[in-house]
């Protein structure tokens, strides 16, 4: 096991990078190191960051489950409870990685994804617009290589990614509305978050994975390969396609279409327990918003049969919310 007390040296990496983000932020924490402004970052949170960057290079997706589910909870609890954790660029600067490694993109959604958690008085609106940024490039980097990513990622943080990103789009909305009643509307920039934007994210990724045909496939008894095409085969995205199905039912049911949102999840048997219910947030979402959608299209019996099961579900597993 992994000793996150005892940090070894790291090689600080040459100065200039060549990358102009990261030579900033050197300079930046020269000119504040000793001062008033500068906060070192925590030994074992370093030993934690070069580990979770291997394990992730690597692809022991085995590791990075228990460093994402256990170790990063424990380390925010104990050092960040109520405050960010390290820029990004500051922990790029000694772990000696550009803005365009991918570590450097997943490292910013747990960044940003913490400041939305803890921090009292929320995100910034700059650390707003940098998160739909951080979230494009990652999306990006999923959907338009030419070939399967070769990343393998635990599906809890799968399924969170894409719940985050329909979060803080429900966040922003609610922020522009405050902005419009106070008149400050034209201060706050219209082209993030946008419905459109984030509809064409999730549907891409369903689209991307095949994960319709794949569970259509399924449900009559075949073999949800035949259909998976490339890219579905390959778990990182068959999964991200099912938890987008699910993304576009929380958002549809949030826009008020809740035909759409049940529509969404046609080939999915709610009633047969298959991997993704071992993903429990996934679970309970599905569940809630299709009782929600149910209700508020009236079918009570249909409503109340969903609630059932989920509370069943909770019922049963209610060790892992412990």
Partial sequence: ???????????????PTGDPLLDREYE???????????????????????????LISENNSYEIAKMYELTYPKLSEEYYPSSPWPRAEEIAVFL??????????????????????????????????????????????????????KMKLPNQWLWEIVD??????????????KAASKDDLEDVNSHVWEVLQVLNVLHSMVEKSCINKQLEVFSSGGDPDSAAGEFG??????????????????????????????KVLENIDLNQSNLYSRVPGCQITTFYYVGFA?????????????????????NRTKNLFQ
């Fill in 1 to 15: 096991m992994h000793d996150y007390d005892n940090y070894d040296e790291y090689d600080s990496p040459a100065y």
């Fill in 28 to 54: 930046r924490m020269g000119s504040h190191k000793g001062g008033e402004g500068y906060s070192p970052i925590p030994e074992p949170v370093k030993a934690f960051l070069v580990r979770f960057r291997d």
């Fill in 96 to 149: 000696g990685i550009s803005s365009e490694d991918i570590f450097f993109t997943l490292y910013k959604e747990l960044y940003f994804r913490h400041i939305y958690a803890v921090v009292s008085s929320g995100p910034s609106e700059e650390q707003r617009y940098e998160s739909y940024y951080n979230y494009c490039k990652l999306f990006n980097y999923f959907l338009s290589s030419n070939t399967p990513v």
């Fill in 164 to 177: 985050e990103f329909i979060y803080q789009f429900q966040c922003y909305q609610q922020y522009r509305a």
């Fill in 233 to 262: 085969r390959v778990s990182l995205y068959k999964n991200m396609g099912y938890f987008a199905l699910v993304g576009l039912l929380r958002l549809h049911s949030l826009l008020g279409d809740f035909y759409q949102a049940i």
């Fill in 294 to 314: 149910y209700m508020m299209m009236r079918r009570y019996a249909d409503a109340i049969r969903t609630f059932t099961s989920i509370l069943t579900y909770i």
